[in-house]
């Protein structure tokens, strides 16, 4: 492939300017953007990313529906007895909800590390049954011991699943490609925040006192036995790599390996794992994005609470469940838009500043006000936003920090493990007493949220200043880092 015009394009002119490329022998590449991305148009490969959407798109689907239904089934919970139940005093909720991060963060960047070195597909379902397993057991717990024990060992066999999801779709899409699906895949969650409401709604109105079992004690069992089937299936249809997934053919998995190849900014090829961990943790940029994704991760920690905060509507347990779905219902469509949007335009830092001034005026709203068609059309704008960011971010860290498959997996696995340290400390900015306005909580969030924007823009000025860097030592470098 040839470039018809050998002039550099000006890093300073923004997404408009393209370098116009020649047709190769198989009729693929004809635009190039800023950061050298060229549209799709072999046909193999257009037909290999759906078949590549078929299979993995809703496998991660599902599986994270689950993870975050066995995870979340503690907040609906609360809606029913399960305060009364376990004796809980104070804060120890709190504790309760917030310990299963302190599991959740230390697997993350070891198992990431194993899993450059393993078949996902084994790794991954394996794990969905464990995590099953326990929450199942979460039904038998009597008291704030078993809570906390429960909950920690849950984050820990659920550590492995979201970072190696993020890992799964990084080797699989490119630059161009991967925000989307990274919101598609966070539908999973988004859904679960929508219809766990509903759902523990039925499960509370039906089976709560059914042979003595309390209604929560009952969502437990039902998520748990759900999960578990899910898990299994789903060791048929994950991939492993390009070139070992079985469904995959000898050709279409070559031709998934070498797009990413070509997709990637100064590519190193493969490495060891220890050296993978050395190179995240010696990239400066990798530290930008982790600070980035834990203020929206502490931006967005109302969502453990989001139940409680829609009850201080005043409306009774069923209706209050109810109303949290159309708020998530919205989001999912919302965030497929901005990453879709995101990915088309292969622009990052707009989607992300825009987005994030929603969700601040969201907070600001539920904050100011008590007026319940106020503070609700409030809860539906953060909510609808604050995915979309989440989505686009990941995405562009994982194009950007994929140097080598090992170094990318350890940082995926630190920008999210150290964003979740945001939900070890964030619960204590809602306590009940907060209610109904939850200053506290809100302010906070949208505090977060300005950092969210200042960092971005940060990046944004060191990704433009290395691929000056690029351009000078390296002219005939097509691929830069898109921002």
């Not at 493969?270 to 930008?288: E, F, H, I, P, V």
């Not at 409306?315 to 999912?332: D, E, G």
């Not at 100011?368 to 068609?373: E, F, I």
Request: one cysteine or more; glycine letters at 8%.
């Amino acid at each position: 492939m040839s470039v018809e015009d050998t002039t550099a394009p000006s890093l300073h002119q923004e997404k408009k300017d393209v370098e116009e490329l020649e047709y190769d022998d198989q009729g693929r590449a004809i635009r190039q953007d800023y950061s050298g991305v060229a549209e799709k148009t072999d046909p193999k490969e257009i037909a290999l990313v759906k078949k590549l959407d078929w299979f993995i798109i809703p496998t991660l689907w599902v599986l994270y529906f689950c993870n975050f239904m066995d995870r979340n089934a503690i907040t609906n919970g609360k809606l029913n007895t399960i305060v009364e139940d376990l004796k809980l005093k104070g804060t120890q909720y709190n504790t309760g909800v917030s310990v299963l991060f302190a599991g959740y963060l230390f697997g993350q960047i070891p198992s990431n590390m194993i899993l450059t070195r393993v078949r996902p597909s084994i790794y991954m379902s394996g794990f969905c049954t464990i995590w099953s397993i326990i929450s199942g057991l979460m039904a038998v717990v009597h008291d704030y011991k078993g809570l906390v024990l429960t909950r920690f060992f849950l984050g820990v066999v659920e550590a492995p699943f979201y970072p190696g999801a993020l890992y799964i779709l990084s080797i699989f899409y490119t630059k161009k490609e991967i925000g989307l699906r990274i919101a598609l895949f966070y539908t999973g969650n988004i859904a679960a925040n929508a219809f766990s409401g509903l759902i523990a709604a039925a499960v509370f109105a039906t089976l709560d006192g059914v042979h003595g079992i309390a209604g929560w004690r009952w969502l437990f069992v039902i998520t748990g036995v759900v999960s578990f089937g899910c898990g299994v299936v789903s060791f048929f249809t994950l991939p492993n790599t390009p070139k070992t997934t079985w469904w995959l053919s000898e050709e279409e998995g070559n031709l998934a390996h070498e797009r990413i190849v070509r997709d990637t900014t100064e590519h190193e090829g493969t490495t060891s794992t220890w050296n993978g961990l050395l190179q995240a943790a010696k990239d400066y940029r990798t530290w930008l994005f982790c600070f980035n994704m834990n203020m929206h991760v502490s931006g967005d920690s109302f969502k453990n609470f989001f139940p409680s905060v829609v009850q201080t509507l005043g409306y009774s347990t069923t209706v209050t469940l109810a109303l949290t779905c159309p708020p998530n219902v919205i989001s999912c469509f919302s965030s497929a838009l901005i990453s879709w949007s995101s990915g088309r335009r292969n622009e990052r830092t707009w989607h992300i500043t825009i987005a994030t001034l929603f969700v601040i005026v969201g907070f600001v709203i539920c904050a100011a006000t008590t007026n319940v068609a106020a503070r609700y059309v409030g809860m539906v704008i953060f909510v609808a936003f604050s995915s979309g960011v989440n989505d686009v971010m990941l995405g562009w860290a994982a194009s950007t920090l994929g140097q080598t498959p090992e170094k990318k997996a350890v940082s995926m696995a630190m920008v999210n493990m150290l964003s979740n340290l945001a939900s070890v400390y964030t619960p204590y900015l809602w306590p009940s007493s907060g209610s109904p306005r939850y200053v506290a909580g809100m302010s906070s969030s949208a505090a977060f949220s300005v950092m969210v924007i200042a960092t971005a823009w940060v990046i944004k000025w060191c990704l433009k200043r290395d691929n000056v860097r690029i351009k000078q030592s390296a002219p005939e470098t097509v691929v830069l880092y898109a921002y």
